[in-house]
C-alpha cells in the first residue's frame, strides 16, 4: 500500500460545528503532516508529528486541533471556524528523514459556511 | 534560512516542445530539493529529488532536473511536452525537523 488515504474529500460545515478530517497510511511512515492550501496558493505546513508526537505547529489557531492516535492514522478536529478556513486540507507522510520527500493524500476540501 | 524562488507564475508551450521551468534556492549547505505536480482538486505527486550524489536527477513520466550548486538553481526539464503534463508544478526544500517548504508554483500550460 502506498497511499495516504483522506476522508472526506468534500466537507461543507457551518461556524458552529465540530468536524473531524482523518487521514490514514500504511506505509509504515512514522512521520505525518497536515498542510492548508488556499486556491491559487502553494501548500503551508501547519503541523508535523513525528512518532506519533506533534513536533511542529505552526502558530496554528487553536480551532484547529490535531490528533495522532497511532502510528497510522492522523485526525485534524476543527471547532468554531471561520469562512477564511476555507481551503484544501493536505495530509502527507514519510519516513522521519529530510531527504525523503512526502506522499500525500489527494486531500479534504473544505467549505465554511 | 532556506527558501525556493520559483521563476514565473505562467509557463506556455505547444505539445512536442521543452518544458523548462526554474527553481533557484538559497542555502548556506546542500539542500534536499525536490519537485512536486499538483493536478487540480487533487494531491501532490512526487516528481524527482535531489539529496546527494549525482547531480542529475531522472523522475517519472520522462521529467529530469540539474542541481547546480554554482548557480543555486534546479530546474525541471522534459524534452517533449504532452498534453496532460498540464498542471501545478511546485520546487521544494526540505528544512530541519523533517519540514517541506514550497515555491509559489508554477502552472505549465501545453497547447495544441
Known amino acids: 500500500d502506498t497511499e495516504v488515504t483522506q476522508t472526506p474529500k468534500h466537507l461543507v460545515m457551518g461556524m458552529t460545528n465540530k468536524k473531524s478530517l482523518k487521514c490514514e497510511q500504511h506505509?509504515?511512515?512514522?512521520?505525518m503532516y497536515w498542510y492548508k492550501q488556499k486556491a491559487k496558493k502553494p501548500p503551508e505546513l501547519m503541523f508535523v508529528?513525528?512518532?506519533?508526537?506533534?513536533?511542529i505547529n505552526e502558530s496554528v489557531p487553536s480551532r484547529f486541533s490535531p490528533e495522532c492516535p497511532n502510528s497510522s492514522l492522523l485526525n485534524l478536529h476543527l471547532h468554531a471556524l471561520q469562512p477564511e478556513d476555507s481551503a484544501l486540507y493536505l495530509c502527507?507522510?514519510?519516513?522521519?528523514?529530510?531527504?525523503?520527500?512526502?506522499?500525500f493524500g489527494s486531500g479534504t476540501r473544505l467549505t465554511v459556511v | 534560512a532556506q527558501s525556493v524562488t520559483q521563476l514565473g507564475s505562467h509557463v506556455s508551450v505547444s505539445e512536442g516542445a521543452l518544458v523548462l521551468l526554474r527553481c533557484n534556492y538559497s542555502s548556506s549547505v546542500p539542500p534536499y530539493l525536490f519537485w512536486y505536480v499538483q493536478y487540480p482538486n487533487q494531491g501532490l505527486q512526487l516528481l524527482l529529488k535531489y539529496t546527494t550524489g549525482a547531480t542529475l536527477v531522472k523522475g517519472i513520466n520522462g521529467f529530469e532536473a540539474e542541481f547546480k550548486k554554482s548557480e543555486t538553481s534546479f530546474h525541471l526539464t522534459k524534452p517533449s511536452a504532452h498534453m496532460s503534463d498540464a498542471a501545478e508544478y511546485f520546487c521544494?526544500?526540505?528544512?530541519?525537523?523533517?519540514?517541506?517548504?514550497f515555491g509559489a508554483g508554477t502552472i505549465l500550460r501545453v497547447k495544441s
Open positions: 508529528y513525528s512518532y506519533e508526537k506533534l513536533s
Open positions: 506505509m509504515g511512515h512514522r512521520a
Open positions: 521544494a526544500v526540505s528544512l530541519y525537523g523533517n519540514k517541506l517548504v
Open positions: 502527507a507522510s514519510s519516513p522521519p528523514l529530510e531527504e525523503s520527500g512526502y506522499t
